[in-house]
C-alpha cells in the first residue's frame, strides 16, 4: 500500500481533458511537502514532468499542468494525445517515514 | 548533457550480494543529493536509498534497511548501491536519480536489472 493513493487507472479520449489524483494525509501533502509528478513511457525510465507542485521543466508541453490542494494533488492533461499514454506517479516526502521520499502506487493512462 | 548510467544489475542466489554502480557525466555530481528507485516487474516505484551531496547523510526506504547501504565517491563522479541478503522481493529495475530537492528527481539512468532467484 503507497502512503500516496493514485487512482490504477484512467483514459480519455484524444482532445479530451484528464484528470488524475494523489491524495495524502497530514503527514506528507498536508505537511506542505512539495508534490512531483513523473511519466513513465513504456519500457523507458520515469521522467520528470511537473515539479513543486505546478511547475514544468523545460520542454514538458503545456498540456500537463499540476495543482495541490489540501493533502492532496492533481495532475491535468488537455488536448489529449495518444503518445501520453503512459503511466504517471506522484512523489513527495513524509514525515512519519525514516527515508522521507514516497511516491504514488501509480496510474495507468489510456489514450482511447 | 546530463547522463546516468546504471550497472552491476544481474542474476544472483537468494541471500546474495550485488553492488550496483551509477556512473554520472555532464554535471557537477558532488553538488548534487543522488537516489536510487526500484521497480519490480509490473509495479509501480519504489524509492530506495538517498545520499547528500558529500555523502555525509544517508537515509533508506524500511524494506531495505540493514541490508543496503548507499554511497557515492565524488571523486569518481559514481553512486554506488550495495544490496546483501538479496530476497525474491528485491527483484526490480533499479534506477539512479539525481535529487534537486525541491525540484524532484530531474535526471534518471535507464536502469540495471536485479534477479533474485535459484
Known amino acids: 500500500q503507497s502512503v500516496l493513493t493514485q487512482p490504477p487507472s484512467v483514459s480519455g479520449a484524444p482532445g479530451q481533458r484528464v484528470t488524475i489524483s494523489c491524495t495524502g494525509s497530514?503527514?506528507?501533502?498536508?505537511?506542505?511537502?512539495?508534490v512531483h509528478w513523473y511519466q513513465q513511457l513504456p519500457g523507458t525510465a520515469p521522467k520528470l514532468l511537473i515539479y513543486?507542485?505546478?511547475n514544468r521543466p523545460s520542454g514538458v508541453p503545456d498540456r500537463f499542468s499540476g495543482s495541490k490542494s489540501g493533502t492532496s494533488a492533481s495532475l491535468a492533461i488537455t488536448g489529449l494525445q495518444a503518445e501520453d499514454e503512459a503511466d504517471y506517479y506522484c512523489?513527495?516526502?513524509?514525515?512519519?517515514?525514516?527515508?522521507?521520499?514516497?511516491f504514488g502506487g501509480g496510474t495507468k493512462l489510456t489514450v482511447l | 548533457e546530463v547522463q546516468l548510467l546504471e550497472s552491476g544489475g544481474g542474476l544472483v542466489q537468494p541471500g546474495g550480494s550485488l553492488r550496483l554502480s551509477c556512473a554520472a557525466s555532464?554535471?557537477?555530481?558532488?553538488?548534487?543529493?543522488m537516489n536510487w528507485v526500484r521497480q519490480a516487474p509490473g509495479k509501480g516505484l519504489e524509492w530506495v536509498s538517498g545520499i547528500s551531496d558529500n555523502g555525509g547523510s544517508t537515509y533508506y526506504a524500511e524494506s531495505v534497511k540493514g541490508r543496503f547501504t548507499i554511497s557515492r565517491d565524488n571523486s569518481k563522479n559514481t553512486l554506488y548501491l550495495q544490496i546483501n541478503s538479496l530476497r525474491a522481493e528485491d527483484t526490480a529495475v533499479y534506477y539512479c536519480?539525481?535529487?534537486?530537492?525541491?525540484?524532484?528527481?530531474?535526471?534518471w539512468g535507464q536502469g540495471t536489472l536485479v534477479t533474485v532467484s535459484s
Open positions: 513543486g507542485n505546478t
Open positions: 555532464g554535471f557537477t555530481f558532488s553538488s548534487y543529493a
Open positions: 512523489q513527495s516526502y513524509d514525515s512519519s517515514l525514516s527515508g522521507s521520499t514516497v
Open positions: 536519480a539525481r535529487d534537486t530537492t525541491a525540484w524532484g528527481f530531474d535526471y
Open positions: 497530514s503527514s506528507n501533502i498536508g505537511a506542505g511537502y512539495d
